[in-house]
């Protein structure tokens, strides 16, 4: 399905029945790498899985790519869905437009799960970014050459260049945050644990052996965390 939103064309699917569930997916990829999650979750609530801008079926655009404009995004096709409150699952890249979209309309947002989430471009390991500015200087040379190379390039530069989210306005988000990370995870488990003493009511959870491809490593395992997060009773927290 697409809809035209925020001045861009967006590719999402939706699945199942129940409350809203917004799936949002990393950093090049499409909302195809999270077939697990849509799998799982569709049993017990309404699934919107989208491509981000940019990514998968969904417009690139004119303006330049960032989390601001692709949280907003994401908010305008909700809009278009008469969708209200909702829940989200946000890996990687995913779990920082989730944070932008908590910083935008904070009362909106019922509950909110990352994974594998940082809040400033920083804290990504250094060992990890080598092979970020690799690919972007070689999707740079290209880029004139090829649209394809355009969208890489836009891509990788959100890795290497944002995000850039202020303490004071992660302090802004009132939703209940649970932030997963994998014990071996590009994020520091002290960052992370940072990003959640900020936030009004965060939680955090390192999966053992984990790694920043949790998704897929150790699915079952995030099913069950998720999942008896999303259970807790909201009003309590």
């Known amino acids: 399905m697409k809809a035209y939103v925020n001045g861009v064309e967006l590719s999402y699917r939706v699945y ?7 799936l949002l997916h990393g950093n090049g990829q499409s909302h195809g790498a ?10 017990n609530y309404q699934v919107i899985a989208v491509d981000s801008r940019g990514h998968g079926k969904s417009e690139l655009g ?3 790519l960032d989390f601001q404009v692709m949280a907003l995004d994401i908010l305008c096709l909700l809009d278009f869905l008469k969708i209200n409150m909702y829940r989200v699952i946000g890996y990687s890249d995913g779990g920082i437009i ?3 979209m908590a ?19 920083s804290q990504i390991r250094w060992w990890a970014n080598i092979f970020s500015f690799g690919a972007y ?11 394809f190379f355009r969208r ?9 260049f944002h995000p850039h989210i202020k303490e004071a306005d992660l ?3 009132s939703a209940p945050m649970l932030a997963i990370i994998g014990e071996y995870d590009v994020i520091s488990k002290a960052d992370t644990r940072k990003m959640v003493d900020l936030v009004q009511r965060g939680e955090m959870t390192v999966i053992h052996n984990g790694t920043h491809f949790l998704i897929r490593q150790k699915p079952r395992e995030l099913h069950t965390i998720i999942a008896a997060f999303f259970d807790e009773d909201v009003t309590q927290m």
């Open 16 to 22: 199942g029945s129940g409350e809203p569930l917004v």
């Open 34 to 43: 999270l077939k697990r999650q849509i799998d799982f979750f569709r049993k």
């Open 62 to 64: 004119f303006c330049p």
């Open 98 to 100: 989730a944070l932008e």
């Open 103 to 121: 910083m935008y309309q904070p009362k909106r947002q019922k509950q909110m799960v990352v994974i594998g989430t940082n809040y400033d471009a």
């Open 137 to 147: 200087l070689f999707s740079f040379l290209l880029a004139p050459l090829s649209f």
């Open 152 to 160: 890489v390039k836009a891509q990788i530069g959100l890795m290497i």
């Open 171 to 173: 302090a802004r988000i």
